[in-house]
């Protein structure tokens, strides 16, 4: 079972607040990715880190900011949260195994209002 | 830039059918993944494919890797309610780049 944990599972907001989803994983993975993904449909890659102090934006144009202070903790920040922001995001890490599998968190599912 | 198409968007099965579900590359790739993803639940990797014409099984599972490294399919034998869930493949370059397909949703009928 993978050791990668996303807080809060459920969040419901007004808009224009403040959000911040955690994520963290005790594995000691250097990789570490944001993916947000609508309900039925396909996962898109809005951020990533190969490592510590390493940020890249993905895919997808996304409003939100990452950080990377420790290996551990990835937390993905919406200053100011609108409607078009309510999905679902799901954390995940790699590690250096050949299979090159990704770990996900359970998501965070955030509503907008 | 990279594109994963996959087929079908939507399957439905009486339990005991057979299911697959095909995926394209726009390019060739390093390797593929798939990966099942439960109602209200996250994606769980299955398997990863990384040599031209590769076919692997896991149980009612089989997997293949296409010659031209450029699509895949994953088959199900005599589907179960356990089943249920989408599919999704995602391609993988050899820099590290991994592209998700739109997803398969299985339903099955008991």
Redesign the interface.
Known sequence: EADIYQTPRYLVIGTGKKITLECSQTMGHDKMYW?QQDP??????IHYSYGVNSTEKG?LSSESTVSRIRTEHFPLTLESARPSHTSQY?CASKGQAN?????????SRLTVL | GQQVMQIPQYQHVQEGEDFTTYCNSSTTLSNIQWYKQRPGGHPVFLIQLVKSGEVKKQKRLTFQFGEAKKNSSLHITATQTTDVGTYFCAGGTSYGKLTFGQGTILTVHP
Do not use: A
């Open positions: 993916y039925g449909m396909e996962l898109h890659l895919d799901l299979t090159g599998e990704l770990f996900f968190g359970e998501g």
